[in-house]
């Protein structure tokens, strides 16, 4: 059977563990080479050899993405050994505390715009001229339904999340007569760490698995994928356009 990313170069930010693990494997299992970015060196070594088992193969760069002079360097390797990237994945994020707005401390609000948009804007910053350079270049980013649903306490990761919003659809609207698409995808309630952080105590069985919301958002990294600057919703087990 003919593998859908056979050939391509896909890159998947957060890919340790959570939401970024289970992409990384559902585009290596439809032929893609992953380049897997994470902190976690543990956990991208169980996802090498998870994808290794599925006859694909990857490339494990262990990098804070708040080194932003790191994601520069990432993207001259990646233009020296492939001289383009096929898909971009902008999954890492954070939660940061769920406080009040004026109890939050000063650290933690600028480590969650650092993580979830800044880090975001230099991955453009920096592989924007390589997903130009592929045949159909694909970008996705995940965004929140708190980008939208404004809750007491939840302020930070709101903001955060608004802002990658707003990031992510103006360089949308800047690819709008190129070869590149990029859209946003809100996950909604997911079986991940970070949620049993912000909602301790939930039953983690009665939501979708990160794995559920991998193989239901594979058609945005397809080159069939016409949508540019859309957000996408994630419920029951199927993705929909807002």
């Not at 096929?86 to 994020?93: E, M, Q, S, Y």
């Not at 309630?189 to 949620?195: C, E, G, Q, S």
């Given at each position: 059977m003919t593998k859908q990313l056979a050939g391509k170069v896909a890159l998947v930010t957060g890919a340790s563990r959570g939401i970024g693990y289970a992409i990384a494997k559902t585009l290596a299992a439809q032929g893609a080479h992953i380049i897997a970015v994470a902190r976690t060196v543990g956990g991208l070594e169980e996802l090498d050899d998870e994808i290794k088992a599925l006859g694909s193969s990857t490339t494990l760069v262990p990098l804070d993405l708040t080194d932003y002079d790191g994601i520069d360097r990432m993207g001259q390797a990646i233009f020296d050994r492939f001289d383009h990237l096929?898909?971009?994945?902008?999954?890492?994020?954070i939660l940061g505390i769920l406080s009040p707005l004026g109890h939050i401390d000063p650290k933690v609000w600028d480590?969650?715009?650092?993580?979830?948009v800044t880090a975001n804007w230099r991955l453009i910053r920096s592989f924007d001229p390589l997903l130009k350079r592929a045949e159909n270049g694909r970008a996705v980013f995940i965004s929140s339904s708190c980008a939208h649903d404004f809750t007491a306490y939840w302020g930070a990761y709101s903001t955060s999340k608004a802002a990658l919003e707003a990031l992510v659809k103006t360089y949308a609207a800047e690819c709008a007569s190129n070869n590149v698409n990029v859209n946003l995808l809100s996950p909604g309630?997911?079986?991940?760490?970070?949620?049993a952080k912000a909602i301790p105590g939930e039953d983690s069985t009665t939501i979708p698995t990160t794995t559920e919301l991998a193989q239901a958002m594979l058609p945005l990294c397809l080159a069939t994928m016409e949508a540019n600057g859309a957000v996408?919703?994630?419920a029951n087990g199927v993705i929909t356009q807002r």
């Open positions: 096929d898909i971009l994945v902008g999954n890492a994020g480590d969650v715009m650092a993580i979830n309630p997911i079986a991940t760490a970070l949620r996408f919703d994630f």
